[in-house]
C-alpha cells in the first residue's frame, strides 16, 4: 500500500529548498546534496551559496514514492552516508547502465538464450544460488516443456549489473573478476 503524501502538497510550497528537502525525505543534508547532484532528484541547481538547489515538490514526492515500490533504482550506494568510517566498497558505485554495456560486450558471443548451466559459467554462481533467484522472481527464465530453464541474455545482464552494484560482499570470483575489469576499463 503506497502512503499518501498529499499533506505534502499542504505543507510546502510548490519549489522547495535543500533543508525543505532533507526534512521532508528525513534524510542527512549530506545525503539530500548527493541525490540533488546526482539526479536522483531532478532541480535546478543556481550555484549560490545560499538557497542553491530549487526542487519542485512534485519531484520530491516521486522520489518518495520511488523508494517504497523501487528503491534500488532511486538510492545512494549502500554504506556511502553511514556514520562509521567504514571503506566503501568502489563495487557499489559501479554505473549499472555503463555495467550493462559492458556485459553485453563481454557477452557479445554467448547465445541470447542460456541454460542454467551457461549462466554458470558466466557468472560463477552455484546452480542452487541461480535456482534461488528464479525461485524468488529476482531473475526471470522460460520453462521448456522438457522442463529445461532458459535465461535470457537480456534478463540475466539486467539482473546481474544490480545485483553486482547491491551486493559486492557476495560476489562471486568470475562476477568480481568482471566488475573490476569493468572498473579498470
Sequence with gaps: MASDYTFIYAEYPEVISAE???????ISKRKAKWLLENGCIPCQDTRKKTHRYKIHINDVVTYLQAMETAPETVSAPVGLFNSKSRRINPITMINIRGFQQFLYKVWSKEPDALTMKDVQILTGYSRRTIGQWIVQSKLRNVMLPDRTQII???????FISEYTVQNPSRLSNINRQIAEQYMEQ
Excluded at 525543505?20 to 528525513?26: E, G, K, P, W
Aim: aromatic share 14%.
Design 20 to 26: 525543505q528537502l532533507y526534512r521532508i525525505c528525513h
Design 152 to 158: 535470457a541474455k537480456r534478463w540475466l545482464i539486467e
